[in-house]
């Protein structure tokens, strides 16, 4: 079975911090996305990566970053929180000639 | 642009009735279709897929009908269980990677 696990289930951080949120997923998809899930928006893509050191904005860039050294771990970057950037974040990776992305549980960070 | 909309929530249904979700969508081009799962406290997964028009995706006992015509994708099941309670989303798929989410509805099944 494809596992995709990111690092934290909730985290709390306080504004203007750096924050780092860790994705690796086990089955050398080529693809990964962050997205952000907030209630009445549904999901949003942030960034994607279809390859390694590759990168593509998403549809909601602003004030995160991400980093793609190995093709297992794909990386969203906080630059300095803010609070609102509290949301559910959500990982996920593919095969590029499949259809199906495989997500991870989520983080719920909260910034105060 | 691409969007999918989706019919708000929440759902509230007793075990064994029908369920319909409401799924429209605008797109260019031929998207394929999607409708993905969320348990609680579990990320999404891919309930089931369409990829061209009139086809028809199923699993689990669900099932949704890709209508060119009506740019619709609505998700039904015969007969709901108290496990089906989850939040459900639509989705398509424009272009090599970009994925585009509805809002999501929350079922609720209830003995």
């Known amino acids: 079975d494809v596992k995709v696990t990111q690092s934290s289930r909730y985290l709390v951080k306080r504004t203007g911090e750096k924050v780092f949120l860790e994705c690796v997923q086990d089955m050398d998809h080529e693809n990964m996305f962050w997205y952000r899930q907030d209630p009445g928006l549904g999901l949003r893509l942030i960034y994607f990566?279809?390859?390694?050191?590759?990168?593509e904005k998403g549809d909601i860039p602003e004030g995160y970053s991400v980093s793609r050294e190995k093709k297992e771990r794909f990386s969203l970057i906080l630059e300095s929180a803010s609070t609102n950037q509290t949301s559910m974040y959500l990982c996920a990776s593919r095969l590029a000639a499949n259809y199906e992305q495989y997500f991870g549980p989520g983080t719920r960070l909260t910034v105060t | 642009g691409d969007s999918v909309t989706q019919m708000e929530g929440p759902v509230t249904l007793s075990e064994e009735a029908f369920l319909t979700i409401n799924c429209t969508y605008t797109?260019?081009?031929?998207?394929?279709l999607f409708w993905y799962v969320q348990y609680p406290g579990e990320g999404l997964q891919l309930l089931l897929k369409?990829?061209?028009?009139?086809d028809k995706g199923s699993n689990k006992g669900f099932e949704a009908t890709y209508r060119k015509e009506t740019t619709s994708f609505h998700l039904e099941k015969g007969s709901v269980q108290v496990s089906d309670s989850a939040v459900y989303f639509c989705?398509?798929?424009?272009?090599?990677?970009?994925?585009?989410f509805g809002t999501g509805t929350s079922l609720t099944v209830i003995p």
């Open positions: 990566s279809y390859d390694v050191k590759m990168k």
């Open positions: 989705a398509l798929r424009a272009g090599s990677n970009q994925f585009y």
């Open positions: 797109a260019t081009g031929y998207p394929s």
């Open positions: 369409a990829t061209k028009a009139d």
